[in-house]
C-alpha cells in the first residue's frame, strides 16, 4: 500500500521532494516528509505553503503513530514484567485503578532495576569468576591416564568464557575472560557463539521468558549452578505445571456463573463419544453449556449422544469452520473455478524456478500469499494478493527484462503473459474477489481469538447480509445466489443452538436495532433448555422487563456502557442485571460462551513446533505437558499484555447498525 504523503510530492533518493515549497531532502523518508508538512520536525524544515487540511491531518497520523509507538513500549514492559513474575496476574486493571496504566510506577521500577543491576555491577567487580575444586581428589588410574594423553594433546582453542570445573566431570560453569572487555562485551560475546552452537535463533533472545530467565540470573550474583537438562525437563517442567494449574484453580471459581464451552477439533477415527464424555465429567457436567466442534458426521453423531445425556448442553457447530465451508460452496462455481486454477497454475509456474521467482519478487515488490488445499478462504487470499500487484506484474511483464528471458519463451510464460497482460483476466479476478469479500470478513470475525463471542454472530451475519444487498443492488440475482448458500449453511450453525437466545440477550443488539415479539421463541427455547420449569418462567418474565427497558435498564448508564466494544457482554450483564437475577445468570452464562473452536485448532501448532522430526521420541505424558505449559505461558502473556488500541474502533459501523439496515424483525430477517 503507498502511502498517502507521496500525494503531496516525490521521492528523491531516501528522501523527498515537497510539491508545495520544493524543499528537496535526500534522507528521512515519508517520516520526515510528514514531519515537513506537519510543521512539526526537529530535523527538517517546516512547509511555509502546506494547506492547513494537509497539515491537519498529518499532525493526526503522527500523533497517532506516536500513541501506537507507546503502546508498543507499554506492551514489551508489560510482557516482560508477566514473564518475570511468579504468578501472572492475567487482568493488569485490577491493580492500576480505572484501567489506566500508571507510568510512574512502570518509570520507578525501570530505575529500580537499573540501580539494583548497577549495584551488583560495582560488587561484582571487572571478572565473573564461577568456582572449581582444588582438583586434588585421588581418581585412580583413570584420572592419570587422562593427564599423559592430555600431554601430549594440543590444547584446544575454547571461547574465553568457557571452562571446565576440575571439581566433577559433569558440572559446568560459565566463566568470563574479560581482559581486554568490558562486562557487557564478553557477555555478549558468550551468548554469541553459546547460541549458535547449541542450535538457539537469535531471535529467542526477544522471548519475554528468556529474557527473565536471563535477567534473574543476574540477580542472584556469582556463583549460581546452571540446571541441567535433566532438571529442566524433569522437577522444573513439573513445577511449571503445577504452577498453571494453580492459576487455572483461580478461573474455575467463575465457572458456576459463567459456564465453559467444550472445542474439540482434527479427529479422524471412530465416533468415540465416550473421550469427551470423560471431559465433560472432569470439567463438571454442570458447568458446560455447549460442545464446539467441525461439522464431521463423527463429531455430531458423538455430540448428539452426550446432549440426549446432558439435555442442557447444546452442540455448536465452529463458525469459522462453516464458513470456510460456504466457501468451499462458492469456489466450485465454474466462474470461480476457473479463475482460482488459472492464477494458481501461473503461481506454480513462477514459483518453481529461483531465478523468476527473485525476478518476479524484485518486480512486484513482495511475495504473494500462498494458499492451503483445506483452507478454502486462503485461495481468496491468495487471488486478492495477485490482484493487489497488478500493475507491477503488468508492467514487469511487458518489459524487455522479462521478454528476453528463456522464461518468456515457454509455454508457461506465453501463457502468463497472455493472461496477466489481458483486462478481461483482472477483470474476472476482481469479480470473483468481489463475490466473497463480506463473506472474508465474516471468517476474519469467526477465527478471531477473542471476538466471536455467541451473542454477537447473528449481528455480523446482518451487517455481512447488509453489505451484501448495498454492494449488489443493481445484481439482485448475483446476491440471491450467494446468500443462498451462506443461509443453507447458517441454518446448521442456528439449528438447535443456544447462538440466537444469546442474540436476543445481547445489550448492543436491544439498544440499537431492538427485539421483536416473535424472537420470544428463541429466548423460550434456550431458557427452556438451561433452566428447570419454574426457573424458566420466572426468567421469561424477568425478560419482558428487559425488553422493555425497566429498572436499571432504562438508565443512562445502562444505554451508554452498551456502545463501550471494550466491555465484555457478561460484564454488563453482571453490572445492570440485578433486578432480573435469573434472567442475569442465563445472559452470563451464554454471553461467556465462543462460537468457534479457533483456539483449539491453534493449538496443534505449538505441537508441531515441539514434536519435531529431529523430536520425536517424546513421550505422550512428557508432551502433553509440553504443549500444556508453552500454550497457557504464551496465553497468559497475551492476556497481560491485551491493550485496546483507541483507533481500532470504528464509529461509522455503529451508525450502519443504527441507521442503514434497521428492520422490522432484524434478528429474523
Known amino acids: 500500500m503507498v502511502d498517502p504523503v507521496w500525494e503531496h510530492g516525490q521521492k528523491y533518493k531516501s528522501g523527498f521532494i515537497c510539491k508545495y515549497c520544493r524543499e528537496t531532502k535526500s534522507g528521512g523518508g515519508a517520516t520526515r516528509f510528514k514531519e515537513h508538512l506537519a510543521q512539526r520536525g526537529h530535523d527538517v524544515k517546516d512547509c511555509p505553503s502546506v494547506p492547513p487540511e494537509v497539515k491537519t491531518f498529518f499532525i493526526e497520523q503522527l500523533d497517532r503513530n506516536k500513541a501506537r509507538a507507546s503502546a508498543r513500549a507499554r506492551e514489551k514492559l508489560l510482557r516482560d514484567a508477566a514473564a518475570r513474575a511468579p504468578h501472572i496476574d492475567l487482568d493488569p486493571k485490577e491493580e492500576v485503578g480505572q484501567g489506566q496504566y500508571d507510568e510512574d510506577a512502570e518509570l520507578q521500577a525501570t530505575l529500580r532495576q537499573s540501580r539494583e543491576e ?7 567487580g571487572p571478572h565473573y569468576d564461577r568456582g572449581g575444586g582444588s582438583g586434588s581428589g585421588s581418581g585412580g588410574p583413570l584420572p592419570s591416564m587422562f593427564t599423559r594423553s592430555q600431554s601430549h594433546v594440543p590444547e584446544r582453542g575454547l571461547p574465553p568464557w568457557f571452562e571446565l570445573s576440575s571439581a566433577t566431570a559433569t558440572d559446568i560453569y560459565w566463566t568470563m575472560d574479560c581482559e581486554g572487555k568490558d562486562i557487557e562485551e564478553a557477555s555478549r560475546d558468550g551468548m554469541g557463539e553459546g547460541m549458535p552452537c547449541v542450535g538457539i535463533p537469535g531471535r529467542k533472545l526477544d522471548d519475554p521468558y528468556f529474557k527473565a530467565a536471563i535477567k534473574e540470573t543476574q540477580k542472584q550474583g556469582v556463583g549460581i549452578k546452571i540446571p541441567t537438562g535433566r532438571e529442566i525437563d524433569g522437577k522444573y517442567l513439573d513445577e511449571n505445571v503445577k504452577e498453571i494449574e494453580t492459576e487455572i484453580e483461580k478461573w474455575k471459581k467463575d465457572w458456576d456463573e459463567c459456564g465453559v464451552t467444550l472445542m474439540c477439533d482434527s479427529w479422524t477415527g471412530p465416533m468415540r463419544n465416550w473421550e469427551i464424555k470423560a471431559v465433560v465429567m472432569k470439567l463438571g457436567y454442570h458447568n458446560v453449556v455447549q460442545i464446539v466442534t467441525d461439522n464431521g ?29 460456504m466457501l468451499k460452496d462458492i469456489g466450485k462455481w465454474p466462474e470461480h473455478e476457473a479463475c482460482i486454477q488459472s492464477a494458481q497454475q501461473i503461481c506454480s509456474w513462477l514459483y518453481n524456478s529461483n531465478s523468476l521467482h527473485s525476478m518476479m519478487r524484485q518486480a512486484i515488490g513482495g511475495e504473494l500469499v500462498k494458499w492451503n488445499a483445506t483452507r478454502f478462504g486462503t485461495n481468496y487470499m491468495f487471488l486478492e494478493s495477485m490482484f493487489k500487484k497488478k500493475d507491477q506484474f503488468m508492467a514487469w511483464l511487458i518489459s524487455l527484462e522479462f521478454r528476453n528471458t528463456r522464461f518468456f519463451k515457454t509455454e508457461m510464460g506465453r501463457y502468463a503473459f497472455d493472461s496477466m497482460c489481458s483486462l478481461d483476466w483482472w477483470n474476472n479476478l476482481e469479480w470473483v474477489i468481489n463475490d466473497v469479500e463480506p463473506l472474508y470478513m465474516f471468517l476474519r470475525f469467526a477465527d478471531s481469538d477473542k471476538n466471536p463471542n455467541l451473542g454477537e454472530v447473528t449481528l455480523q451475519y446482518q451487517h455481512m447480509r447488509n453489505t451484501y444487498a448495498s454492494k449488489f443492488a443493481s445484481d439482485r440475482p448475483r446476491f440471491e445466489r450467494i446468500m443462498k448458500v451462506v443461509d443453507a449453511r447458517m441454518t446448521a450453525v442456528m439449528t438447535g443452538t443456544f447462538m440466537g437466545t444469546a442474540c436476543a440477550l445481547n445489550p448492543y443488539m436491544h439498544y440499537t436495532i431492538g427485539v421483536s415479539q416473535s424472537i420470544m421463541s428463541l429466548v423460550r427455547k434456550g431458557v427452556d ?32 456502557m452498551t456502545f463501550d466494544r471494550n466491555i465484555a457482554l457478561a460484564a454488563w450483564w453482571a453490572t445492570f442485571g440485578g433486578d432480573t437475577p435469573v434472567l442475569q445468570r442465563v445472559a452470563r452464562r451464554l454471553l461467556s460462551q465462543c462460537a468457534s473452536c479457533s483456539g483449539c485448532e491453534k493449538n496443534w501448532s505449538t505441537f508441531a513446533y515441539i514434536h519435531t522430526k529431529l523430536r520425536n521420541r517424546l513421550s505422550h505424558r512428557k508432551l502433553d505437558k509440553l504443549v500444556f505449559v508453552n500454550y497457557n505461558l504464551r496465553l497468559c502473556l497475551d492476556r497481560a499484555t491485551k491493550v485496546a488500541d483507541p483507533y481500532d474502533y470504528d464509529p461509522v459501523s455503529s451508525f450502519m447498525d443504527l441507521s442503514l439496515y434497521r428492520r422490522n424483525s432484524a434478528i429474523e430477517d
Open 118 to 124: 548497577y549495584d551488583f555491577m560495582q560488587r561484582a
Open 529 to 560: 433448555k438451561i433452566l428447570e420449569v419454574d426457573s424458566a418462567a420466572l426468567a421469561l418474565h424477568e425478560f419482558e422487563t428487559f425488553r422493555r427497558k425497566f429498572g436499571e435498564f432504562s438508565t443512562d448508564i445502562a444505554r451508554r
Open 297 to 325: 458426521s463423527n463429531y455430531k453423531k458423538a455430540c448428539e449422544i452426550l446432549t440426549d445425556q446432558f439435555p442442557h448442553m447444546a452442540w455448536q457447530p465452529c463458525l469459522a469452520h462453516t464458513i470456510n465451508l
